[in-house]
């Protein structure tokens, strides 16, 4: 069973940088980031496989950074030059076929969610 825990949400003006963590515990093959703000759909925000390939939505692509530390079991997602369009509830999502990308359909497992807001 996977298990995923999301932490560093948080409030940041525009133009700032936050970083999100999650915790995950089982195995996992594709991990990655979604986010849902009010009113909206939910979307892909970046995904990352077993073997670091890596995978961007283009509405954040030279922004944002996955990455993940496999000994710490960790995935993280830096945000930089944050707009208020990016103000959202962020998931992290796992999943344990052998096939990954920002599609909704790698991911079996969400986390609860972190809020990210950002004020102009």
């Known amino acids: 069973q996977v298990q995923l825990v999301e932490s560093g949400g948080g409030s940041v003006q525009s133009g700032g940088s936050l970083k999100i963590s999650c915790a995950v515990s089982?195995?996992?093959?594709?991990l990655g980031w979604f986010r849902q703000a009010p009113g909206k759909e939910r979307e892909g925000v970046a995904a990352?496989?077993?073997?670091?390939?890596?995978y961007y939505a283009d509405f954040v692509r030279g922004r944002f950074t996955i990455s993940r530390d496999n000994a710490k079991n960790t995935l993280y997602l830096q945000m930089s030059s944050l707009k208020p369009e990016d103000t959202a509830m962020y998931y992290c999502v796992a999943g344990t076929s052998n096939r990954c990308s920002t599609d909704e359909r790698r991911f079996s497992y969400w986390g609860q969610g972190t809020q990210v807001t950002v004020s102009s």
């Open positions: 089982g195995y996992t093959y594709c």
């Open positions: 990352i496989s077993n073997g670091g390939s890596i």
